[in-house]
C-alpha cells in the first residue's frame, strides 16, 4: 500500500502518450549517440503505434453510438414505458414522436421483485401435474407466461430458498421413508442382492433351456407340477431340469 498523501501534496497524473512522445523527440534532438538515438527513434515508434490505436478505438466507439439501434419489446409491453437506447447514445431525433421514452424510466422490476417475494411461494400446479404424469423433464416450459409459482424442487430453511439438485432431492426424499417397515440398503446387502439375482438368472435360463429340449412334456410337466419349477428362496445350487423331468416323467409311466 503507497504512503498517505499528506497536505500540499500534489498528486501526480499519469502522462499521456503524447507527452511521452514529446519527452523523447526532445532526448533524440540532442542525443550524439547513433546507438542510443536509435534506440529512441523505436521507442517514438511504439507511442506512435499506442496514439493510432487509441484514436481507432474512439472512432470506433463513436461510430457504434451514432448507429440507430433497433430496440425491440416484448408482446404486450408498452414502448413508452421503455427508455430509449438511441436516445441514452444522443442519437435519436425524434422528439415526442419517437415510440420510446425520452425520460429515464424507474426500475420497476425491482418493486415487482419485492412484491412477489412478500406473498407466500406456492408450488406451480402444471408442474405437479408434469410431475404425476411423468411429463416433466429438463427442457419442461410452463404453459402460463411469467407464472410466479415455484417451478424448481426447493427447500425451505429460515425463510430462504435453496435451491437443490436432483441427488440432494432423492436423498431428502429417502430420508422421509419409515425404516422400520423397510430395509436400509448398504455395499453388503447390496452386493446379496446383486448375488441373488445373478443366480435367479442364471436359473431361469437354466428352465427355458430344459422347456425347449423337452418339448411337450415339459410343457404338460409345467401345467401338471409347477411346484418341480419353483425354487426355495435362498437356492443356489445348480440343477438339471432336463434330468429331473425325464424321472419325474419314469415314474409316473412306472405307476401306471
Known amino acids: 500500500m503507497g504512503k ?29 549517440d547513433k ?27 463513436e461510430n457504434a453510438k451514432k448507429q440507430t439501434i433497433r430496440q425491440l419489446i416484448p408482446v404486450g409491453v408498452d414502448p413508452k414505458t421503455v427508455y430509449c437506447l438511441n436516445f441514452k447514445n444522443k ?6 414522436k ?13 418493486e415487482e421483485q419485492k ?3 412478500e406473498r407466500p411461494k406456492l ?13 416433466y423433464s429438463a427442457n419442461w416450459v410452463c404453459p402460463v407466461p411469467n407464472c410466479k409459482d415455484l417451478h424448481k424442487m426447493v427447500e425451505m430453511s429460515e425463510n430462504k430458498e435453496i435451491e437443490m439438485g436432483l441427488e440432494e432431492f432423492l436423498e431428502l426424499q429417502r430420508q422421509t421413508l419409515s425404516t422400520e417397515s423397510l430395509t436400509p440398503v448398504t455395499e ?8 441373488k439375482k445373478l443366480k435367479e438368472e442364471e436359473l431361469h435360463a437354466k428352465r427355458v433351456a430344459a422347456l425347449q429340449q423337452g418339448n411337450v412334456i415339459s410343457l404338460e410337466m409345467l401345467k401338471n407340477r409347477p411346484d418341480l419349477f419353483e425354487d426355495a428362496e435362498d437356492a443356489a445350487e445348480d440343477i438339471d431340469y432336463h434330468a429331473r423331468e425325464q424321472s419325474e416323467c419314469s415314474e409316473s409311466d412306472s405307476e401306471e
Open 115 to 117: 412484491i412477489d417475494n
Open 98 to 110: 419517437c415510440q420510446f421514452s425520452h425520460v429515464p424510466v424507474k426500475n420497476e422490476e425491482k
Open 35 to 61: 546507438k542510443k538515438k536509435k534506440e529512441i527513434q523505436g521507442m517514438i515508434k511504439k507511442i506512435d503505434m499506442e496514439i493510432e490505436k487509441e484514436k481507432k478505438d474512439r472512432e470506433a466507439a
Open 188 to 195: 453388503k446387502t447390496f452386493k446379496q442382492w446383486k448375488e
Open 4 to 32: 498517505p498523501q499528506g497536505k500540499g501534496q500534489v498528486v501526480k497524473k499519469p502522462k499521456s502518450n503524447k507527452d511521452i512522445k514529446k519527452e523523447l523527440e526532445a532526448r533524440m534532438f540532442g542525443e550524439k
Open 123 to 135: 408450488v406451480c400446479k402444471f408442474l405437479i401435474d408434469a410431475l404425476h404424469n411423468k411429463e
Open 91 to 96: 442519437n435519436c431525433n425524434l422528439g415526442d
